[in-house]
């Protein structure tokens, strides 16, 4: 079957605006995780849904961060007011969610350049 | 709380040589320890897990054992190729609570050269 996929897999925009990333999870898969690669700070937690609920947000940086979960598939992560600092790669994964030993399944993420 | 401490490298042998690139990692609970590899302009991919204390994991021949004792978990292949060439990440997800997110090393850039 499909895996995660990420869409736009680049997006170019300017500081002050708002942009949305959409992750679509393998079907099935009730967990869902976004993270977010940067050069400086590595490979970071934003935030974790169990079907359309988000129990954990303690990575979201900044309440400029937000994320939904509809349907208990598709998830949107949106920023608000675009800060330079908030270039990365933004990476969706998904798992089973039911054990710890669950593998984690990564999409091709979406770079964010904020210029 | 949670935390991977990783060899940063970079690393760069020659083709069929002995790779080792250390792991240790802090945590609460008891978790699960895992290798992510990154190829050149690839996402991220699993690349073996161990679940619990002396348990190793193995895949492509790339081998790491989840030693307690010394909360390590250190990647080791006998002979590398130039496929290798990648990012290796270590990562570990916690038994405590519901949320089984992963915490990563800061990565390790693998070159291979012919």
């Known amino acids: 079957g499909a895996g995660v996929s990420q869409s736009p897999s680049n997006k170019v925009t300017e500081k002050g605006k708002d942009v949305e990333l959409r992750c679509d999870p393998i079907s099935g898969h009730t967990a869902l995780y976004w993270y977010r690669q940067s050069l400086g700070q590595g490979l970071e937690f934003l935030i974790y849904f169990q079907g359309n609920s988000a129990p954990d947000k303690s990575g979201l940086p900044s309440d400029r961060f937000s994320a939904e979960r509809t349907g208990g598939s598709v998830s949107t992560l949106t920023i608000q007011r675009t800060q330079q600092e908030d270039s990365a790669v933004y990476l969706c994964?998904?798992?089973?969610?039911?054990?710890?030993?669950?593998?984690?399944?990564f999409g091709p993420g979406t770079r964010l350049t904020v210029l | 709380g949670d935390s991977v401490t990783q060899m940063e490298g970079p690393v760069t042998l020659s083709e069929e040589a002995f790779l080792t690139i250390n792991c240790t990692y802090t945590?609460?609970?008891?978790?699960?320890l895992f290798w992510y590899v990154q190829y050149p302009g690839e996402g991220l991919q699993l690349l073996l897990k161990a679940t619990k204390a002396d348990d190793k994991g193995s895949n492509k021949g790339f081998e790491a054992t989840y030693r307690k004792e010394t909360t390590s978990f250190h990647l080791e292949k006998g002979s590398v190729q130039v496929s290798d060439s990648a990012v290796y990440f270590c990562?570990?997800?916690?038994?405590?609570?519901?949320?089984?997110?992963?915490?990563f090393g800061k990565g390790t850039l693998l070159t291979v050269n012919p």
């Open positions: 994964a998904s798992s089973d969610g039911s054990l710890r030993t669950d593998t984690q399944y």
């Open positions: 945590a609460t609970g008891y978790p699960s």
């Open positions: 990562a570990l997800s916690d038994s405590g609570g519901s949320n089984y997110k992963l915490t």
